[in-house]
């Protein structure tokens, strides 16, 4: 048995180890390569949406071509659809070389806006694109709308009788993809219905249980819901021309009279403070895992469709993005939070 003093002496160093050990997101900041180390990804709102979609594909993706690396550990940090998160890492409260975080297309549109608090796109590394989902029109199965032409006729009667139901507020973009097809019918956006949720997972729970009419979401987590037995219509694809996989025969808006196309891009950023280093590690990390021979099929399972950016190319497409969705925020009247250049 051991002596009190020894036991003493073993409780005082897990103490101090337990002080001494790195916190959340902190976990690779040894020397190396990070993206050989244990990492966190981060899903910025609650499960079943498409960042959860996102940090999935990224750890699946990292081990196809790093078989030896310690899987991507997943962690939700819910709070504004991603909000919480980038102020967060933005502020340095959550970080290191350890930590990505998913974004998306709503992502950048919040940015747009100024809804992720006095931050510029230049407080985050943008690290990667790993696809792009597309927006749909969703119903429940036996919703009395059987196409799009159907919704777009009850909006153009009275657009208050319909309750769509999606991640995010006011200005979010499911809530735009909403307002477009309000556009579209002719009516006001302003007087349409929309009920927010945290997330995708629980907008299309509601539209299950009949407590929403239409889901203005993106396709991945639409199918991935319709995959688990949800009952769930496509009208849409919000996408230029219609797509395979498992989005074959769904029409397009376009092809059904609206003018709507909202492709969802899905990517990783890192907080600004990380070394040029580590963002030159991930971002090669993700060059080559996205290059390898499986990754096509890989980001079809995941319910995604090709757009791979790094580098410059991505922080010109964050750029480019941002501008025309501060002009479409303008058009709809969304009011822009000042945020620091």
Same mark, same amino acid.
């Given at each position: 048995? +051991?002596?009190?003093?020894?036991?003493?002496r073993?409780?005082?160093?897990?103490?101090?180890?337990?002080?001494?050990?790195?916190?959340?997101?902190?976990?690779?900041?040894?020397?190396?390569?990070?993206?050989?180390?244990?990492?966190?990804?981060?899903?910025?709102?609650?499960?079943?949406?498409?960042?959860?979609?996102?940090?999935?594909l990224?750890?699946?993706?990292?081990?196809?071509?790093?078989?030896? %690396?310690?899987?991507?550990?997943?962690?939700?940090?819910?709070?504004?659809?991603?909000?919480v *998160?980038?102020?967060?890492? *933005?502020?340095?409260?959550?970080?290191?070389?350890? &930590?990505?975080?998913?974004?998306?297309?709503?992502?950048?549109?919040?940015?747009?806006?100024?809804?992720?608090? +006095?931050?510029?796109?230049?407080?985050?590394?943008?690290?990667?694109?790993?696809g &792009?989902?597309?927006?749909?029109?969703a119903?429940?199965?036996?919703?009395?709308?059987?196409?799009?032409?159907?919704?777009?006729?009850?909006?153009?009667?009275?657009?208050s009788?319909?309750?769509?139901?999606?991640?995010? &507020?006011v200005?979010?973009?499911?809530?735009v993809?909403?307002?477009?097809?309000?556009?579209?019918?002719?009516?006001?956006?302003?007087?349409?219905?929309?009920?927010?949720?945290?997330?995708?997972?629980?907008?299309?729970?509601?539209?299950?249980? %009949?407590?929403?009419?239409?889901?203005?979401?993106?396709?991945?987590?639409?199918?991935q819901?319709? *995959?688990?037995? *949800?009952?769930?219509?496509?009208l849409?694809?919000?996408?230029?021309?219609?797509?395979?996989?498992?989005?074959?025969?769904? +029409?397009?808006?376009?092809?059904?009279?609206?003018?709507?196309?909202?492709?969802?891009?899905?990517?990783?950023?890192?907080?600004?403070?990380?070394?040029?280093?580590?963002?030159?590690?991930?971002?090669?990390?993700? %060059?080559?895992?996205?290059?390898?021979?499986?990754?096509?099929?890989?980001?079809?399972?995941?319910?995604?469709?090709?757009?791979?950016?790094?580098?410059?190319?991505?922080?010109?497409?964050?750029?480019?993005?941002?501008?025309?969705?501060?002009?479409?925020?303008?058009?709809?009247g969304?009011?822009?939070?000042? &945020?620091?250049?």
């Open positions: 048995m +051991p002596s009190s003093a020894t036991s003493n073993r409780h005082a160093l897990r103490a101090l180890c337990a002080l001494l050990a790195p916190p959340f997101g902190m976990r690779a900041m040894a020397a190396g390569d990070p993206s050989e180390e244990a990492a966190d990804c981060v899903i910025p709102a609650k499960a079943g949406g498409g960042f959860a979609l996102t940090c999935a990224a750890r699946d993706a990292l081990q196809a071509v790093r078989p030896a %690396r310690p899987p991507l550990a997943q962690r939700y940090l819910p709070g504004g659809i991603g909000a *998160a980038f102020d967060r890492i *933005a502020t340095g409260k959550l970080g290191g070389p350890g &930590t990505l975080v998913a974004f998306s297309s709503g992502s950048l549109l919040n940015l747009a806006q100024g809804r992720f608090g +006095p931050h510029s796109p230049s407080a985050v590394r943008w690290i990667a694109t790993l &792009t989902d597309y927006g749909v029109i119903v429940h199965r036996d919703s009395p709308f059987r196409r799009l032409q159907d919704l777009v006729a009850a909006l153009r009667q009275d657009p009788r319909i309750a769509f139901g999606a991640g995010g &507020t200005g979010s973009q499911d809530w993809k909403a307002a477009l097809l309000v556009r579209a019918a002719g009516r006001d956006h302003k007087a349409m219905r929309f009920v927010s949720f945290e997330g995708g997972g629980d907008a299309l729970s509601a539209l299950q249980g %009949r407590h929403v009419d239409a889901f203005p979401g993106d396709a991945a987590e639409a199918l819901a319709m *995959a688990g037995g *949800a009952p769930v219509r496509l849409a694809v919000l996408s230029e021309n219609r797509l395979g996989g498992a989005l074959t025969g769904v +029409p397009t808006a376009r092809e059904q009279g609206v003018d709507l196309v909202w492709p969802t891009v899905r990517g990783l950023y890192l907080s600004a403070d990380v070394p040029d280093a580590a963002v030159r590690a991930w971002t090669n990390a993700f %060059r080559e895992a996205s290059a390898a021979p499986g990754y096509a099929s890989l980001r079809e399972q995941h319910g995604l469709y090709p757009f791979a950016l790094t580098g410059s190319a991505l922080d010109d497409y964050v750029q480019a993005q941002i501008k025309a969705y501060r002009q479409l925020a303008d058009e709809l969304l009011r822009r939070w000042p &945020t620091s250049r």
